[in-house]
C-alpha cells in the first residue's frame, strides 16, 4: 500500500484540496474556475498513481468543462439560454459516457455523482448555489476516497466538507 506512486499521490493530494478548499471562498466565478483547473488536473495525476481510473476520467472531463466554462466566462459574450443547456446535456453525455468505460463497481459511481452535481453547479451562475451543491459534492469524494482507501485524501476531503461549509455560511452572511 505505501509505494512510491500511493506516496506521492497522497502529497498531490494536499496541493489539490488547498485548491478546493480556496475556491469555496472565491467570490467570482473567473477565479472558482482556475483554482479548480489547478486542483483537477493535479488530482487527475493522484489518481492515476493509485489506480482511480473512474475519478481520473471525471477530473479530465472537469479540467476541459471548467476551462470551456472559463473562455465563456472571459469572452464577455452573453450565451443564450438555449446554447447553456446545449453545454449542460453535452458534458452530461460525456460523463455518462466515459462511465461505461471507467466502471469499477458501485462505489465508482460516487465520483460521477460528484462530477454530475458539479456539473451543473459551475454552469449556473450563482457563486452562493456552487458553495451550497459543494458539500454533496464533497460527500460524495469522500465516499470515492475511501473506496479507494487513499488515507491522505480522506483526512483533506473531510477537512474539504468542513471548509465547504463554513465557506456556505460566510458566503450566505456577506449577503
Known amino acids: 500500500m505505501w509505494t512510491t506512486s500511493y506516496i506521492i499521490s497522497q502529497v498531490l493530494s494536499l496541493v489539490v484540496y488547498s485548491l478546493f478548499c480556496l475556491s469555496y471562498f472565491q467570490n467570482k466565478k473567473c477565479h472558482v474556475l482556475i483554482s479548480n483547473i489547478g486542483a483537477h488536473t493535479l488530482q487527475t495525476i493522484a489518481f492515476l498513481l493509485i489506480g482511480g481510473y473512474t475519478g481520473m476520467a471525471m477530473d479530465i472531463i472537469l479540467i476541459l468543462r471548467d476551462t470551456f466554462f472559463y473562455r465563456e466566462e472571459k469572452?464577455?459574450?452573453?450565451?443564450?439560454?438555449?446554447?447553456?443547456?446545449?453545454?449542460?446535456?453535452?458534458?452530461?453525455?460525456?460523463?455518462?459516457?466515459?462511465?461505461?468505460?471507467?466502471?469499477?463497481?458501485?462505489?465508482?459511481?460516487?465520483?460521477?455523482?460528484?462530477?454530475?452535481?458539479?456539473?451543473?453547479?459551475?454552469?449556473?451562475?450563482?457563486?452562493?448555489?456552487?458553495?451550497?451543491?459543494?458539500?454533496?459534492?464533497?460527500?460524495?469524494?469522500?465516499?470515492?476516497?475511501?473506496?479507494?482507501?487513499?488515507?491522505?485524501?480522506?483526512?483533506?476531503?473531510?477537512?474539504?466538507?468542513?471548509?465547504?461549509?463554513?465557506?456556505?455560511?460566510?458566503?450566505?452572511?456577506?449577503?
Open 75 to 175: 469572452s464577455q459574450k452573453e450565451s443564450s439560454m438555449t446554447r447553456k443547456r446545449i453545454i449542460l446535456f453535452f458534458f452530461v453525455t460525456v460523463i455518462i459516457v466515459s462511465t461505461i468505460f471507467t466502471y469499477n463497481g458501485f462505489l465508482s459511481l460516487l465520483s460521477v455523482f460528484a462530477t454530475l452535481i458539479s456539473t451543473y453547479a459551475i454552469w449556473q451562475n450563482k457563486v452562493e448555489v456552487y458553495r451550497f451543491l459543494g458539500i454533496p459534492v464533497s460527500m460524495l469524494w469522500l465516499g470515492y476516497q475511501i473506496s479507494l482507501k487513499a488515507i491522505f485524501a480522506i483526512i483533506l476531503e473531510s477537512i474539504l466538507l468542513i471548509s465547504t461549509i463554513i465557506g456556505y455560511i460566510k458566503g450566505k452572511n456577506n449577503k
